[in-house]
């Protein structure tokens, strides 16, 4: 798949839930370079329509996705695996009621429980199987979102290093960020920049690193 970035393999993968529901989750693999040495770089991104398409400035989701396409492209190997879980996991049109309970002045976690839902209710299993799949024993992740790397520890999968993943708040987002830094323990410095260089460091097994540097403050 060619992209901005440069040309990319993809793969897709779903399985059946083990649920009642049995209902079937995809997710898609994107791939660069040679994935068996070492730890590449790893995004788990889930989907979200209004960020990434129609280019709303509610949320960093389009942002980070583009921070983890060109980082992944400029070392020349890592992966995005791509989930379908909008809107944390509550869908499209939860999605739109909670944007309309945050436009009345509740922060977006407070939204949710408004609505009856958890403030996140994503699964990475899924993502840790793609790793186990595609022979992919530890990565160094690209994230604010501790919970992720938990997750993939949790399934067996190392974490050498956590990379930060943060795109500069705006005034629309900046709400937004703040319930995910304060509430969700999102990893946030919300600081105003103009560029961000990842840059990725190992560390000790166990240990974690969250790194943004060469940042240029307005």
């Given amino acids: 798949m060619p992209t901005r970035w440069g040309v990319f393999q993809t793969i897709g993968f779903e399985r059946e839930t ?14 660069l370079g040679d994935l068996t040495e070492g730890a590449p770089l790893l995004r ?15 949320c960093d989701c389009g942002e980070q996705l583009e921070i983890a396409m060109r980082a992944i492209a400029e070392e020349g190997r890592g992966l995005v695996i791509y989930e379908h879980q909008e809107g944390r996991g509550i ?14 002045g509740l922060d977006t976690v407070e939204a949710n429980h408004a609505l009856g839902f958890e403030a ?26 501790p919970e992720k790397a938990r997750a993939l ?42 560029s961000t260089v990842i840059e990725v460091t190992h560390l000790p097994a166990g240990a974690v690193l969250f790194a943004a540097a060469a940042e240029r403050l307005l």
């Fill in 18 to 31: 083990s649920d009642e529901s049995r209902r079937v989750e995809t997710a898609l693999a994107i791939l």
């Fill in 44 to 58: 788990i991104h889930s989907q979200c329509f209004t960020g990434e398409v129609l280019g709303s400035l509610r």
């Fill in 91 to 104: 869908g499209l049109m939860a999605k739109l009621q909670a944007y309309a309970l945050q436009d009345e």
């Fill in 120 to 145: 996140d209710y994503r699964d990475f299993s899924l993502s840790a199987a793609i790793l186990r799949e595609l022979g992919v024993g530890q990565v160094r992740l690209l994230t604010n979102n």
């Fill in 153 to 194: 520890r949790d399934a067996g999968v190392e974490v050498v290093a956590q990379v930060a993943c943060e795109a500069a708040p705006n005034p629309h987002s900046l709400d937004y960020l703040r319930a995910k830094k304060v509430k969700m323990g999102h990893t946030l410095s919300l600081v105003r920049h103009e």
